[in-house]
């Protein structure tokens, strides 16, 4: 029987309560409250042989002699799978864990579990093949994640520590359990038993597929799930317990303590001072402002999240809670808040942030000050220079891998941000509510740097060749040294996702053509800003660039010459007129952007979703472009006018669309009410329920639509790439 910390509501207080830790899984939901599943969708119909299996992917090999060897052995497995995506996706990560040889693939194909008359289907039988090939470990890890609800998110620094909690994980002389923990999910992703979510970030977030679920828990139900006793984690997030029971330090050997969420909570007691085996604790998302004094005594903390700021100068030396940080060294994540009441940038240094030699993820957060007319609310006397003298002394150490700024309103960069060529390991940079007037100097060269994310930036008017180089200061200047001396430096080397948001002062992105850099760029997203054009830099050399996501750019133009792209979102673009020259491009998705006039060069354009309710008519440019599908979403009227079908009068809307082979059309009439048409030309298909509707008034209309979008790209559906959940997110 293990103790599991699980608040009982009576009276609001916390109470210890003796359970199965099966149980947990009922207390899970509030794990992910905030985020919703991303669970693909897998077809039920089965798919050719040739369709399915590169023998090249699966064995990450061009070797023409090691893929014929096996390309037998690898069709008989096909086979075996009956064609179904989902059982070809779980032998395939099995595959790509087994070894080259055709001794390793037979194994797989002659495994028993093929012709076990006990299995219902042929994809219980791939993921039971595959379950039976992973480590006692591994398949322990994955019966516990059947644990979690469906459609409820996985993250993996919360399982990583359930994980560690059931004993699964133990501490050996080479690594920490933590790091352990996070190979195991990365294996079990790997494998495919594990869907990621590709939202997060290193695919720190997943969901379990059904099927998986349905196997895992059959297992659990006939087999048992084993955990050892005497274990003590803590998962509260999201109940409404008012406090933390004094009684708490009774519990010596508790491990992980998570109070995201909860909001009632404002005192953390002494008697947590007790804990000497504590290993993570959360504070995300309560009413906590301070730590006990001594909380440094807790050494084997190695996981922070919400760590409050606070200062008390009743005594004769001011004391602060960032020093309790500095003994802890064997921090790896650590969150802290609310960093503009540290008192001066000298009691920031007792964090001794930069000597933390295991530190890879590090927030540094500050109260939002950024109001909505792009203007720092007003401070006390000097509170913008401290908070500079703050920052400044917060230098993380070198080996940092993820790091987050959110909420500074200072001004100026600190000296550390001028020098961010040390940070040689660092592979996430996120700037948050950024109040500076230019961007760190010299990022295209870190190394390992591949997430970039600026959200809301107001001051920032121009970005310059300085991003990709040090040396280079002012517009133009340097240039010429940057492509001299030897060999060319290619920027931002590993860069694959870049996102400038809300800088809404930015009016020009200079990068040359001569200037090379960003060529891994895989997903671009710019939102509210002024830029008239994209640098022609990026067109040139981001060859890897697929998906573009650009949303209310008040002067673009046009988009064109992006040789690789093949997804492009644009919405409220209303100065946009020509998309072109775009070779690869195939699906691009229009909400309200009136001045597009010419779609051309788009050899391999297959769809266009379309939304614009203040229209009167479609574009002409519908006619021009052979596609196979087409989704639109129109006001009524027009809705009508598409359902004539006068396809010889001179400019009818029906004679713009269709030659399309795929057509569903929506008109809305309220926000409740929508007709419909749905076409199909070969074979043959049209049907529609267009009745007499009534109307509303165009640009509420407008409104409503926009309102819809912008909710829609706060929950990540329109994004190709966003923020996410700060804090969350960096502990991950």
Known sequence: MMVWWIPTLAGGRAQFLDVPSSLVKIFLNDIAATCKSNDKVFAISTISSKDILSIHVVLNDNDESLVEGLKDIGMEIIERCDGLPLAVKVVGGLLLSKGKTRGDWLDVCSNVAWSMTTISDDVNQAVYVSYEELPHVLKQCLLYCSLFPKGVLIKSADIVNMWIAEGFIHITSMKQPEDLGAEYYKQLVSRNLLDPDYRFYDQKACTMHDVIRSFSQSVVKHEGLFVEEGLNPSFTSGTSISEIPQGIGDLMFMQFIELADCVKISHVPDSILKLRKLRYINFAGTNIASIPRGFGKLEDLVMISGFPTHSDDNTDQVWSSLEELGPLSRLTMLAIESLEKASSGFVAARAKLSSKAHLRILNLGFTIRLAQNREVEEQNNGEQERVEEVLGNLCPPTCIEQLAIIGYFGHKLPQWMRMVSVFTFLKRLELSSYACYELPSGLGQLPSLDYFWVDQAPFIQYIGHGLHMPSIGGRGIGLDKMLSG??????????????????????????????????????????????????????????????????????????????????????????????????????????????????????????????????????????????????????????????????????????????????????????????????????????????????????????????????TTRKGLCMVCSPYNRVDDARL
């Open 486 to 711: 030897g060999g060319v430096v290619v920027a931002f080397p590993k860069l694959r996702k870049l996102g400038f948001q809300g800088m809404l002062g930015l009016t020009e992105w200079e990068w040359e053509q001569q200037v090379p850099a960003m060529t891994t760029l895989e997903v671009l997203t710019i939102v509210n800003c002024q830029l008239k054009y994209l640098p022609p830099g990026l067109a040139h050399h981001a060859n890897a660039l697929r998906e573009l996501d650009l949303r209310n750019l008040s002067h673009l133009l046009s988009i064109h010459n992006f040789p690789s792209l093949v997804e492009l979102r644009i919405v409220d673009n209303r100065t946009l007129e020509r998309i072109n020259n775009n070779p690869n491009l195939q699906h691009i998705y229009i909400v309200s952007c009136p001045g597009l006039k010419v779609l051309e060069d788009l050899p391999s354009l297959k769809s266009i979703e379309w939304v614009d309710v203040t229209a009167q008519v479609l574009p002409d440019y519908f006619r021009h472009s052979k596609l196979d599908k087409l989704i639109v979403q129109c006001y009524i009227s027009l809705l009508k006018l598409i359902s004539l079908q006068d396809a010889n009068s001179s400019g009818s809307e029906w004679g713009k669309i269709q030659h399309v082979q795929q057509l569903r059309a929506t008109g809305y009439i309220s926000a409740e009410e929508t007709r419909y048409i749905s076409y199909t030309k070969e074979p043959y298909s049209y049907k529609t329920d267009i009745v007499a509707g009534g109307c509303v008034h165009v640009e509420a209309w407008r409104v409503i639509f926009l309102q819809a979008i912008a909710d």
